[in-house]
């Protein structure tokens, strides 16, 4: 009798567990980092192995996709003699065939700073934002031959400025041949009178974002409704104006707050401050405050040295942005809706066209 029990109680497990839904794995962690001049390092964690290839571009399917490894449990991958191009990949898990696709997140330019891809955020619906599509950067006025060969690649077809009108006339970009949109103000709109002797990224800064930046981000999200083809903005480190402008296309399309921060605090990795701004002289300019201030940060100690984009407390900056949001429009959403004419219709398609 107790063997009967034990044998049909076995059977009713054993079809419990038939029955069990299978727990997907989470590829996690996923990234691209450029280990040498021309090698790549392709990272992931996994609780399965995994199957990794080499697809075509940031839109290649399989056909035609190179298969890398096959049945992989070690979380990393090394591929050597790359040179400069631009590559995608798809990581695929082995067992339930979930796939993300990644990309090196920073464009490799000798001369240039901060310049990246905004693609593989996980967004609204799980899905993740598309990559190739669009990239932030700082500057782009010591950006070499070679350098715009590369950025030639990436088929930008426009480049919205963010900086005021005297940033953009003492360090224009080199970035030439790309429809170029800019909104005139005076860097004076930006800084208070005790800001103007230094430059603080502080929080009251971040307040001004929104009203300021609002013709600018009416020129993006017209650009990306229209579907007009890959989009670059900068402002002149690509981290303020720019983190402020990123983290408002992340929120549209439901990527969550704490990887947008995680995106935001990239920039004191990625930063590069002697290729943001040509070398100015002070004494050569007396009459012009602009060059005045860029060129007394030039003369710092460790200028060539990003600061954490943070206040003593440890908050970020970017709050200041998102607290001068919710106090007058209640969310991102409202911001969106009453001041940049953003519908719900609209952040449907945004969603239906970067993310995937």
Same mark, same amino acid.
């Given at each position: ?66 298969r ?26 082995a ?27 996980v ?24 350098d ?5 690649t ?22 030439a ?10 860097i ?61 296309? !992340?929120? /549209?399309?439901?990527? =969550? *707050? ?7 605090? &990239?920039?004191?990795?990625?930063? #590069? @401050?002697?290729?943001e ?15 005045? !201030?860029? /060129?007394?940060?030039? =003369? *710092?100690?460790?200028w060539?040295?990003?600061?954490? &984009?943070?206040?003593?407390?440890? #908050? @970020? ?18 911001? !969106? ?12 398609r945004?969603?239906a066209?970067?993310?995937?």
């Amino acid at each position: 009798m107790i063997r009967k029990f034990l044998s049909t109680a076995c059977a009713a497990l054993a079809l419990s567990l038939a029955l069990a839904p299978t727990v997907r794995a989470a590829i996690s962690q996923a990234k691209v980092e450029r280990t040498a001049p021309d090698t790549l390092s392709i990272e992931w964690d996994d609780r399965n192995p995994v199957n990794l290839y080499q697809v075509s571009g940031p839109d290649g399917g399989f056909k035609g996709a190179r298969r890398l490894l096959a049945g992989d449990a070690h979380g990393r991958y090394e591929l050597a003699r790359t040179g400069l191009e631009r590559r995608y990949f798809v990581i695929e898990d082995a067992v339930d065939h979930q796939r993300v696709k990644v990309a090196e997140r920073l464009v490799p330019l000798a001369k240039g700073s901060n310049f990246r891809d905004i693609g593989g955020y996980v967004g609204a619906g799980g899905k993740h934002v598309r990559w190739g599509a669009i990239y932030r950067s700082a500057g782009q006025p010591l950006l070499t031959p070679e350098d715009l060969a590369q950025v030639s690649t990436l088929g930008v077809t426009q480049l919205v400025d963010l900086r005021s009108s005297e940033e953009r006339v003492i360090a224009p970009t080199r970035i030439a041949g790309v429809p170029y949109t800019a909104v005139g103000y005076s860097i004076a709109d930006l800084l208070t009178q005790s800001d103007r002797s230094t430059v603080t990224n502080g929080t009251e800064i971040y307040r001004k974002f929104p009203r300021l930046l609002a013709p600018q981000l009416r020129v993006i999200f017209a650009h990306l409704l229209g579907a007009k083809g890959v989009l670059v903005y900068n402002c002149s480190a690509g981290q303020d104006r720019t983190g402020f402008i990123t983290a408002v296309i !992340l929120t /549209a399309l439901g990527v =969550q *707050r704490s990887a947008i921060i995680e995106d935001y605090h &990239l920039s004191t990795h990625y930063r #590069r @401050p002697e290729f943001e701004m040509p070398p100015l002289d002070a004494a050569a300019h007396p009459n012009e405050p602009v060059v005045q !201030l860029f /060129a007394r940060l030039q =003369q *710092r100690p460790n200028w060539k040295t990003p600061e954490p &984009l943070k206040s003593a407390d440890g #908050r @970020p900056f970017l709050d200041g942005a998102f607290d001068e949001i919710d106090a007058n429009w209640g969310s991102v959403n409202g911001y !969106l809706t009453k001041v940049i004419g953003i519908s719900k219709q609209d952040i449907a398609r945004l969603r239906a066209l970067y993310l995937e």
